[in-house]
């Protein structure tokens, strides 16, 4: 085997997140869940930053341990990055250039890539936690600016509402969540009846992503579908098949 240089302490995950700090139940498809996906992920804890805290005070002073865990991240040997919570796109360009690995900060990164492969003749529907916090910066951080979108938030609701935006308890019904993501998007598809596709801006959202896209069949977007085209860029591997016989 080749001789390598060490210095990790964990070795062979491609893929880095950086973590918010939530106790809530992080279903299948939650990017917070590693049975969520086929590779290995490395999680790094921001102590003390709660999505609340990210959501509606977003300082800069907020941007520094972010900066430190993903240096920690890169130290580790992952070969990208990613963040638990779609409001990071705010940091996207400073945490892209803190590292030398690929930074995906955001799905909503996506939003570019789904207009343009949906004909770039419709805004693109987003999903997000809270439609009043999420603003034009978060869209310019990650390239978005200018793409026409669509955006409908939950912070009207009951569930999602106190468990995820509030942190009132960590005690979550699923089935209701799923119930407010499906409205919502219901609501969303009668304000703008021509979107073509859906980014799901909240990493709560993936594990009922295949309800919405049934419900709304749209192409549906979101960091689940990111990290796996993330790690399939930095992480590629030989294909194997069959050619014909050489003679």
């Given at each position: ?15 880095g ?99 343009h492969m ?41 569930e ?10 960590t ?76 003679r």
């Amino acid at each position: 085997m080749p001789i390598y240089q060490g210095g990790q302490n964990i070795c062979g995950a491609s893929i880095g997140v950086l973590c918010l700090e939530s106790y809530f139940p992080k279903p299948p498809g939650h990017i917070k869940n590693p049975s969520s996906l086929p590779f290995p992920v490395l999680y790094e804890m921001i102590d003390g930053v709660t999505v609340p805290t990210l959501l509606n005070n977003p300082t800069p002073e907020l941007l520094t341990p972010f900066i430190e865990g993903a240096k920690r991240l890169e130290a580790e040997g992952v070969r990208a990055i990613t963040g638990s919570c779609g409001f990071l796109a705010l940091f996207q360009r400073e945490l892209a250039a803190a590292v030398s690995v690929p930074v995906f900060a955001s799905s909503l990164i996506q939003v570019p890539l789904a207009y343009h492969m949906t004909g770039a003749s419709a805004p693109v529907g987003v999903l997000t936690a809270d439609a009043s916090a999420l603003t034009p910066q978060h869209f310019e951080g990650v390239g978005a600016a200018g793409v026409p979108v669509a955006v409908k938030g939950l912070e009207g609701t009951s569930e999602f509402a106190e468990v995820i935006l509030r942190n009132a308890r960590t005690r979550m019904d699923t089935d209701l969540i799923e119930a407010e993501v499906l409205d919502a998007a219901r609501s969303l598809m009668l304000e703008a009846p021509d979107i073509r596709s859906l980014v799901l801006e909240c990493t709560d959202l993936p594990p009922y992503a295949a309800c919405l896209q049934e419900e709304l069949q749209l192409p549906v977007f979101d960091l689940t579908t990111l990290a796996h085209m993330a790690h399939s860029v930095a992480a590629r591997v030989q294909y194997s098949g069959m050619m014909p016989w050489q003679r």
